[in-house]
């Protein structure tokens, strides 16, 4: 592991785990343990937005950027309790490094917590990331990074209210093969996925590359293409849209057999490409005789910023996902 004490500590979402740090870039990537103390600062380094929880509820919120120590209040009531450290910024600026968690003196740490029998992943652009979502659409966009909380996304409401464990690889203005308004065309959603950290995509001398046997969800979400046929043309070729899909569905079922998907679609502009070409890729799956996937189409206020969905619209979107999720694992109360 990367440092003293990390043995004691569940690391949630793709991690680098290097000589004496571990790094994320991915929103909603965590670390949680147990502990008895009375304080715990945590070594960090990063353009990164947190929430730091005691017993999975928020207790504060803070910011860092360059290498900083954090140390914030615990329980203090001499019992055990689970922390945990949420990254709720976005994928862009760069990375989130932990160098070590200390307690305060005579604190202990408990047992590392379990893994849960239930795995999802999300995979995704801004609307997956919850960009904007404490925002308003009147907002500057200047105050996207304050404005953003992945613990407030539909994608962690969903895997946090399962008790899931999950990831979300997602960015914001990634297409599968076309980015909006054709930025960093080198770097699509089909490229970035293969990396552990997407922030840091083509930085020299950083081992990047994901282990796909780390982690093997029972449920993928699959929401992407908003990029590819929204903001200025010329939008994403449709073949060759469906193609990568069709390779990332393929890839996806090769590295986790028997998972299972759910395809997500919303309305784009000007055009509303999205939800008929997914809808032929599930129509193309299904007459496939495929019976892993099911699909669905969301509809959103998007009074967030920038067009985005708010809180309330992630809250909604959880709502819809949340019986297909639930079915689709096998987690529902029977």
């Known amino acids: 592991m990367a440092f003293q004490g990390s043995e004691n500590i569940k690391f949630m979402g ?25 304080s715990v600062s945590f070594d960090l380094e990063g353009d990164v937005r947190w929430r ?40 862009n600026p760069g990375e989130a490094c932990l160098y070590s968690v200390s307690l305060a003196p005579k604190g202990v740490f408990g047992a590392k917590p379990k893994d849960s029998n239930r795995r999802v992943e999300f995979i995704g652009d801004s609307f997956t990331v919850g960009f904007g979502n404490e925002g308003s659409i009147s907002d500057d966009e200047s105050k996207v990074f304050e404005k953003t909380d992945g613990s407030k996304g539909y994608a962690f409401l969903l895997a946090d209210g399962f008790k899931a464990d999950f990831q979300v690889n997602a960015v914001s203005g990634r297409g599968l093969v076309r980015n909006y308004a054709n930025i960093v065309p080198e770097w699509p959603l089909e490229k970035l996925y293969d990396l552990t950290e997407m922030g840091i995509a083509g930085e020299p001398n950083r081992e990047n590359a994901w282990d796909f046997g780390k982690f093997h969800p029972q449920v993928i979400v699959v929401f992407v293409g908003i990029n590819d046929f929204q903001g200025e043309p010329p939008y994403a070729d449709k073949a060759q849209f469906k193609a990568a899909y069709a390779r990332l569905l393929e890839k996806l079922r090769q590295q986790h057999p028997g998972v299972k998907f759910l395809l997500v679609s919303t309305k784009v502009w000007p055009n509303d490409d999205l939800t008929p070409t997914v809808q032929s890729i599930y129509d193309e799956e299904i007459a496939q005789g495929r019976k892993d996937v099911e699909f669905k189409v969301l509809k959103t206020e998007n009074q967030g910023m920038l067009g985005h969905p708010n809180v309330y619209d992630h809250g909604q979107m959880a709502n819809a996902l949340r019986p297909i999720l639930g079915r689709l694992g096998g987690w529902l109360s029977r």
Request: glycine share 2%; proline share 3%; net charge positive.
């Open 14 to 38: 793709r991690w680098n785990h290097e000589k004496n740090r571990s790094c994320a870039s991915a929103p909603s990537a965590y670390i949680q343990f147990n502990a008895n103390t009375k």
């Open 52 to 91: 730091f929880d005691i017993d999975n509820k928020p207790v504060v919120y803070f910011t860092t950027s360059e290498r900083t120590v954090k140390k914030l209040a615990a329980a203090s009531d001499g019992e055990n309790h689970s922390y945990r450290l949420i990254k709720v910024s976005e994928s």
